[in-house]
């Protein structure tokens, strides 16, 4: 009884966890921002996902496998936009919507 709750429990996490972060990854390509996203949390994100699938392959358990295979390329596309359309510099000389530029405080 015990197992079938878990599982229960880890397909509704997995799907969880899918969605955000194929939600993450379609607003930082759609928006073009990450300015609430931290380069921890993108490496972290990267590394879990090629984490448990290493994990998955190893034991040969092909519910991790799967899992994971399908959240990689979402990781992938978040780390790929952040790196891209992240400002560099800070806030110093930024230009902002206007044509102004915002001075750090």
């Given at each position: 009884?015990?197992?079938?709750?878990?599982?229960?429990?880890?397909?509704?996490?997995?799907?969880?966890?899918?969605?955000?972060?194929?939600h993450?990854?379609?607003?930082?390509?759609?928006?073009?921002?990450?300015?609430?996203?931290?380069?921890?949390?993108?490496?972290a994100?990267?590394l879990?996902?090629?984490?448990w699938?290493?994990?998955?392959?190893a034991?040969?358990?092909?519910?991790i496998?799967v899992v994971?295979?399908?959240?990689?390329?979402?990781?992938?596309?978040?780390?790929v936009?952040y790196?891209?359309?992240?400002?560099?510099?800070?806030?110093r000389?930024?230009?902002?919507?206007?044509?102004?530029?915002?001075?750090?405080?």
């Open positions: 009884m015990y197992i079938e709750i878990s599982r229960a429990i880890v397909l509704l996490v997995s799907v969880v966890i899918t969605a955000g972060l194929y993450q990854a379609y607003r930082v390509w759609r928006t073009k921002k990450v300015d609430d996203i931290t380069a921890t949390i993108v490496v994100i990267l879990n996902e090629f984490g699938l290493n994990y998955g392959v034991l040969w358990e092909w519910p496998v994971s295979a399908v959240n990689l390329p979402a990781a992938i596309a978040i780390v936009g790196f891209k359309f992240r400002r560099k510099g800070g806030m000389g930024e230009y902002t919507a206007q044509g102004s530029t915002r001075q750090a405080v």
